[in-house]
């Protein structure tokens, strides 16, 4: 081949195939004298031999050989001259051009700016050798000049420079050809293929060639026919454009079909080429392309200059055979390389082979993109791709797919979807690849779908939004990032990633400066094949990551698979969708080299669990959907001596779970949690980190612990600020939580269920074996006890360390039947002075030792009684109060109505027929019992009555008569009770109050002597209701019914011949209630029937002055003082609350009370009369009360 150097291209885009004759043979070196070097040259455009100068660049072989014979020649002209930009038109006449007809030969033109059209619509045109091969151009137009050159080839034209016996052309001998060697402002050439059909055998032998040396445009356009080069030495480019200057080279495939050869070096189908600074591009819209050897391209664009390369199909078809890409832009300059298929169909049969790919070989910041919006890609070879974007400069590399219809399929091994790589290491820009939309299937070993790789400094980005990526072969990513100097960033915003089993995994990420991975609601992640959906690191798929690298990870979409993070601090976060599989912080086994790593589920559902491995990790759990059965694995262990301190919080959740899911945290906050504990033993840290935080298990005040199963154990230390809840649903007493470590509280909350009663008691506990701290409430419920006096207390928190006081103590009262009971520490009898203890006992300190006098025998503490047992006891006192106010005396139920025979002044001058009268009265009483009720009484009643028959004695001067009448009254009492027991202790004297109420229907018969004694018989019917609440807020309603009778007799002496007179009385007043029983909120109380024998003895000075009238009537005015002793004979009745009698005693059963009173008259028939009193007992205050009453009479 003598001087003939090839020039080889592929090695600027050959990722999947071998380095080869990239540009074909068509291009060779030649001679620079400038430089003294061999450089790359076009044979299109230069001259053969060592030795090149302008002169020599601007000769064209054309006619170097004969067409059979060495020394003919093509004939020039041959269609007729034509002038400076003109145009001719070749017809044919249906007979071959070729050797045997010498004076028809092929069509040659050197006239500057012309047309040539070679027409074969009205006869066939056929260009062929018959049996000796030529070196000669089938049609050709070019040469130096400024004009544009057009040649244009319509109909049936047959080109076939194949002779019948097989020799092959000279590879000087092309098929149609239009140059403009013109330096500087050069005109362009172009060529237009209508139907032509194209046939070369010849070594380098090229179908359609356009190519300008100046600036002009070189344009080369197949509409319809066929082209086809197969030489046995390598084919030609099928359809070549080429400029030198800064003019555009393009080719365009319409229509028809381009074949290359299947010898090893053959080349394109289509090629467009910029040597200069203009651009490229190569297009197809229809037909098929199609090259059959390694490294031949169907269509491609290459600029070697400032130009860009633009490559782009939207209809037809482009098919290679061998290791070459389908469509391709390629730059080996400064400009940027650009592939487009919106429509078409791209196949590749070859192992190596591709599909769309632009790659940037240059040295400069141009770009490399790759982006498909429509049409097909199918891809049978082993090590290829479907869409590649490459960059060995300065640049980005884009890879991109947005065609919700279209799809890339892949079948071999290696055969990538769609692949972005930048190859420099000293590239700082992005490498990207992106599937808006479109379906992406790879099945072979090792073919990822989706694949972003930079040798460089710069970021390794894959965005999803939509669409489908189904890699399903073994060890096959769906999605894979790698940067070997930078980081990464995975969006999947939508869509649906499917792995490959084996290694493979649904995302991949390699970058020792980590990355960021972003899954959104939309997203389907699928690792199910392999196991797998996000795998960080672990290059060499061995299980083991060396890489490293701190993987950020959210997911809000459907993932399948575990989500393996590798070494290096890495987070997790989970804020929506479903999340079937594990996750592991570090590798799926532990090492020594784990990083820190952190989750965060805040959303969506996670089946499965977390895995810390080792280091300090932690974790967030605030999602709805955890519920306990998800493993929560801190890593390693519960302690903090191997420096790694883990720390989960659960935070808004409700849960159940124990050690079996909860493991190997040193800390556990729980933050407005409702964590019920069950299963396996729970472990925590215990002690303090090294920075000195605590650790173990933080109850904080918005969460709750509950105990799922009757006894569980807690190992580590417990710091309770919420609520700890021993109890269980059935709400029997029982369960235990131990502490096998130390107890804090911060004013927390443990509620238990204990059968309330005496020593022995069923009670939920708590159980320390450690030491308590802090203060915590302890709110106990009764299940079902009756209340009863303790001796040692009912053991809740049993602490084997030390304790303080207050460590423990009672959130609300504890009360059962008569009782409450109050939180110790230490038991009375048995030694334990650390523990705590429900007591109905006061806790009374013992007594101080005297020395030399013996220690006195214990004696049993008084029991404590609940707030609302001095109501229900003292009730009955209040209420006879009432009761027997009603009942009354003679004087204050109606005033004076004794008529002195010896002042004859207290009687009308008639005798009345009929008397009414009514009353009001009112009473303050303190009254306290001799064991330790009391209370403060306050009532109010009225009465009325009526004489139904007053009868008078018939003798005249005899003032006896007797008065029978009826009554009703109502009255009511607000009493405040106390117990000096309980205010003695600390506990307050005040317990309750009751508000009570009576009404009263009764009969009176009153007999008045003549010397003015008196008989008053009184019986009364009375119903009560008393409301009784205690300081705790309890309340009960008690009702009941009764009756009273009262005897009274009295008898007036006038002291001397005055105004005044005594009257000594004697009452005996019973009155008997029966109550009905009822209950409160924590008991019931029996019925009972109460009883009151009352006596009285005392006595009336009186003053009576006549009133004179108007009318001469004398009326009297009455003053009086009363004194009396009273006594009551019954002492309140026991009452029955739950299972206790509780009984109270008159502190003094007598008592005294003076008073004052008048009468007054109002009219002839009305007086108005009424009195204050004072009463105390004899000794002491434990009665002491103020009375008045205020009454009217009337008669008639």
């Avoid at 989750?599 to 974790?619: C, E, H, M």
Wanted: proline content about 3%; charged content about 10%; some cysteine.
């Amino acid at each position: 081949m003598g001087c003939r150097k090839w020039f080889r291209l592929t090695a600027s885009l050959g990722l999947f195939w071998s380095e080869g004759h990239y540009m074909n043979r068509s291009f060779r070196s030649i001679w620079n004298e400038a430089l003294g070097a061999w450089v790359a040259a076009s044979e299109v455009c230069t001259a053969r031999g060592k030795k090149s100068s302008s002169a020599t660049l601007g000769a064209v072989v054309l006619a170097t050989a004969a067409f059979g014979g060495a020394s003919s020649a093509w004939a020039a002209d041959e269609c007729g001259a034509v002038a400076v930009g003109g145009t001719v038109i070749c017809n044919g006449d249906g007979t071959p051009v070729g050797d045997a007809n010498p004076n028809t030969t092929g069509v040659a033109y050197g006239t500057d700016g012309i047309t040539v059209i070679v027409d074969g619509t009205a006869a066939p045109f056929t260009i062929e050798p018959v049996t000796t091969a030529t070196t000669a151009n089938a049609i050709y137009s070019g040469g130096n000049g400024t004009g544009n050159r057009l040649i244009e080839v319509n109909g049936p034209v047959t080109i076939n420079l194949t002779t019948p016996a097989g020799n092959p052309v000279s590879g000087a001998a092309w098929g149609v050809l239009a140059n403009s060697l013109t330096t500087g402002a050069g005109g362009d050439a172009s060529i237009v293929i209508n139907g032509a059909k194209i046939t070369s055998n010849g070594e380098n032998a090229m179908g359609v060639a356009t190519s300008v040396v100046g600036n002009g445009n070189a344009t080369s356009i197949l509409n319809s026919g066929s082209i086809s080069t197969t030489g046995t030495q390598g084919s030609g480019v099928g359809l070549l454009a080429e400029t030198h200057g800064t003019g555009k080279a393009t080719v365009v495939v319409n229509g028809g079909s381009i074949s290359t050869g299947t010898a090893a070096g053959g080349s394109h189908a289509a090629y467009a080429l910029a040597w200069g600074n203009g651009d490229a591009v190569a297009s197809m819209t229809g037909g098929d392309a199609t090259t059959q050897a390694a490294n031949n391209t169907a269509l491609v664009s290459q600029t070697l200059g400032s130009g860009n390369a633009y490559a782009t199909i939207s209809g037809g078809t482009a098919t290679t055979n061998a290791a070459s890409a389908s469509i391709v832009a390629v730059v080996t300059g400064t400009g940027n390389a650009i592939a487009s298929q919106t429509g078409g169909t791209l196949i590749g049969n070859g192992a190596g082979g591709g599909g769309l790919a632009a790659s940037n070989s240059g040295t400069g910041p141009g770009s490399a993109s790759a982006s498909m919006t429509g049409g097909s890609i199918v891809m049978h070879g082993a090590d290829g791709y479907g869409i590649l974007a490459r960059n060995r400069g300065t640049g980005a590399a884009t890879a991109s797919m947005d065609a919700a219809a279209s799809t890339i399929t892949t079948l071999q091994t290696g055969t990538y979807g769609i692949y972005s790589a930048i190859t420099n290491a000293a590239n700082t820009a992005a490498a990207t690849t992106a599937l808006l939309n479109g379906n992406v299937s790879t099945a072979g070993a090792g073919a990822h779908g989706l694949y972003s790789q930079t040798d460089g400094t710069g970021l390794a980005q894959v965005a999803m939004a939509a669409g489908t990526v189904a890699a399903t072969g073994l060890n096959a990513d769906g999605l894979r990032a790698t940067s070997a100097g930078g980081t990464y960033q995975v969006e999947v915003t939508g869509g649906s990633l499917t792995s490959g089993s084996g290694a493979g995994a649904a995302i991949h990420t390699l970058a020792a400066a980590g990355g960021t991975v972003n899954i959104g609601a939309a997203a389907t992640v699928n690792g199910a094949a392999s196991g797998i959906a996000i795998r960080d690191g672990d290059a060499a798929s061995t299980g083991t990551d060396t890489l490293g690298g701190n993987a950020v990870v959210a997911t809000a979409g459907t993932v399948t698979g575990d989500a393996i993070l590798g070494l290096g601090n890495d987070s997790l976060a989970l804020t929506g969708g479903t999340f079937t599989g594990n996750i592991y912080g570090d590798d799926r086994v532990a090492s020594a080299a784990d990083g820190n790593d952190t989750v965060t589920w805040t959303g969506g559902t996670l089946a499965g669990g977390f895995y810390g491995q080792n280091g300090s990790d932690t974790a967030l759990v605030a999602a709805p959907a955890y519920n306990g059965s998800q493993v929560l694995d801190g890593g390693d262990d519960v302690s903090a001596a191997d420096g790694w301190v883990d720390k989960l919080t659960l935070q808004g959740v409700t849960a159940t779970a124990g050690g079996d899911t909860l493991r190997n945290w040193e800390t556990i906050t729980l933050d407005n949690t409702r964590l019920t504990l069950a299963g396996a033993p729970l472990a925590v840290g215990t002690g303090t980190d090294a920075s000195g935080a605590p650790m173990g298990l933080f109850i904080q005040p918005t969460s709750s612990v509950f105990m799922g199963q009757p006894a569980f154990t807690l190992t580590g230390d417990l710091h309770n600020a919420g609520l700890l809840d021993l109890r269980n649903a059935a709400g029997t007493p029982g369960n235990a939580l131990t502490v096998n470590g130390n107890y804090a509280g911060a004013n927390g909350l443990v509620r238990i269920n204990t059968a309330l009663g005496s020593d022995a008691s069923a009670t939920d506990k708590l159980v320390v074996n450690g030491n308590t701290s802090g203060t915590t409430r302890v709110l106990v419920a009764n299940t079902g006890g009756a209340g009863a006096a303790t001796i040692n207390g009912i053991q809740v928190v049993q602490v084997s360390g030390t304790s303080s006081e207050g460590n423990f103590t009672l959130a609300a009262p504890v009360q059962a039947g008569a009782y409450e009971y109050g939180l110790h520490r230490g038991g009375r009898t048995d030694g334990d002075a650390n523990s705590f203890y429900l007591s109905s006992v006061y806790n009374t300190p013992p007594a101080v030792p005297v020395p030399g006098v013996p220690n006195p025998a214990p004696v049993p503490a008084p029991e404590v009684l609940r707030p609302a047992v001095p109501g229900y006891v003292m009730g009955q006192v209040a209420t006879q109060e009432l009761g027997l106010g009603l009942l009354g005396t003679l004087h204050q139920r109606v005033g004076e109505q004794q008529t002195l025979k010896w002042d004859h002044c207290g009687c009308d001058d008639k005798a009345p027929a009929d008397q009414a009268w009514m009353r009001l009265h009112a009473q303050r009483l303190d009254v306290d019992g001799k064991r330790q009720f009391g209370f403060e009484q306050e009532m109010q009643y009225f009465q009325l009555g009526k004489d139904l028959a007053v009868r008078y004695s018939g003798d005249a001067g005899d003032k006896s008569r007797s008065h029978t009448g009826v009554s009703a009254g109502y009255g009511r009492t607000s009493t405040n009770f106390n117990d000096r027991r309980r205010g003695e202790a600390g506990m307050g004297y005040d317990t309750g109050k009751m508000k009570g109420q009576m009404l009263t229907l009764g009969a009176y018969h009153t007999r008045y002597a003549d010397n003015g004694s008196y008989l008053d018989l009184v019986g009364q019917l009375h119903a009560v209701q008393n409301k009784y609440t205690d300081k705790y807020g309890g309340e009960g309603t008690q009702k009941g019914t009764g009756g009273g009778l009262s005897v009274e007799v009295g008898r007036p002496w006038q002291i001397g011949d005055s105004q005044w007179l005594i009257e000594p009385q004697a009452q005996l007043s019973y009155q008997l209630t029966r109550y009905r029983g009822f209950a409160d909120n924590i008991s019931t109380v029996d019925g009972f029937t109460s009883h009151s024998l009352r006596g009285r003895l005392g006595a009336r000075l009186a003053w009576n002055d006549k009133a004179e009238r108007g009318e001469k009537l004398t009326r009297t005015n009455t003053f009086y003082v009363t004194a009396n002793v009273l006594h009551e004979f019954k002492d309140p009745k026991g009452v029955t609350i739950g299972n206790t009698t509780v009984n109270e005693q008159w502190a003094k059963q007598t008592w005294a009370e003076l008073g004052v009173g008048a009468q007054l008259p109002l009219s002839k028939a009305a007086y108005l009369y009424g009195g204050v009193q004072y009463q105390r007992s004899l000794s002491g205050t434990s009665r002491e009360g103020v009375s008045g009453q205020l009454g009217v009479r009337v008669a008639w």
